[in-house]
T-cell receptor, first 111, second 115 residues
Framework: DVKVTQSSRYLVKRTGEKVFLECVQDMDHENMFWYRQDPGLGLRLIYFSYDVKMKEKGDIPEGYSVSREKKERFSLILESASTNQTSMYLC??????????FGPGTRLTVT | AQKITQTQPGMFVQEKEAVTLDCTYDTSDPSYGLFWYKQPSSGEMIFLIYQGSYDQQNATEGRYSLNFQKARKSANLVISASQLGDSAMYFCAMRVINTGNQFYFGTGTSLTVIP
């Protein structure tokens, strides 16, 4: 079975803090994705990566950055957390042209 | 622009009955794939079913089937014989080949199965 893990299920941070969300997949997938999910808005793509050290902006990249130094790991960074970044963050991985597999999600609260 | 629309924020269905969740999509690209995911209250997204734009037959996976009407640009999910465990959020998604590997998601439909 494909497994995508995320470093935390729940996270509480203060405004202005630097926040790291880690995602690891164990199926050697080329593509990895970060989404945020908000009620009534569905899933919105923040960034995705199709190879090590490669990244592409999604629909809402502002306030976020990413890092992919190894194929299995894709990190989402909030350089200076703000309250409007309180959300559920979902990581996914997959091979090109196939379905995505999701991690359990991280519910981030910024106070 | 690529777009997925789910117009039903919430749906109710009696246990053992069938239910249809609506999804319409918009793309000018002829090559695309359509996906349905289930998200239980635990939060994890579970892949249910896939339909390719060139597939001649509607996809089926157990109790799930995808009613694909290409001319109408609709890809409705049909769940037969609903079970209490089917209560969840359901998301329709599209991947367009020429835009790379990006997925476009709808806003979701919350399904509640009533005993």
């Amino acid at each position: 079975d494909v497994k995508v893990t995320q470093s935390s299920r729940y996270l509480v941070k203060r405004t202005g803090e630097k926040v790291f969300l880690e995602c690891v997949q164990d199926m050697d997938h080329e593509n990895m994705f970060w989404y945020r999910q908000d009620p009534g808005l569905g899933l919105r793509l923040i960034y995705f990566s199709y190879d090590v050290k490669m990244k592409e902006k999604g629909d809402i990249p502002e306030g976020y950055s990413v890092s992919r130094e190894k194929k299995e790991r894709f990190s989402l960074i909030l350089e200076s957390a703000s309250t409007n970044q309180t959300s559920m963050y979902l990581c996914a991985s997959g091979q090109p042209a196939y379905e995505q597999y999701f991690g359990p999600g991280t519910r981030l609260t910024v106070t | 622009a690529q777009k997925i629309t789910q117009t039903q924020p919430g749906m109710f269905v009696q246990e053992k009955e069938a239910v249809t969740l609506d999804c319409t999509y918009d793309t000018s690209d002829p090559s695309y794939g359509l996906f349905w995911y289930k998200q239980p209250s635990s939060g994890e997204m579970i892949f249910l079913i896939y339909q390719g734009s060139y597939d001649q037959q509607n996809a089926t996976e157990g109790r799930y089937s995808l009613n694909f009407q290409k001319a109408r640009k609709s890809a409705n999910l049909v769940i037969s014989a609903s079970q209490l465990g089917d209560s969840a959020m359901y998301f329709c998604a599209m991947r367009v080949i020429n835009t790379g590997n990006q997925f476009y998601f709808g806003t979701g439909t919350s399904l509640t199965v009533i005993p």
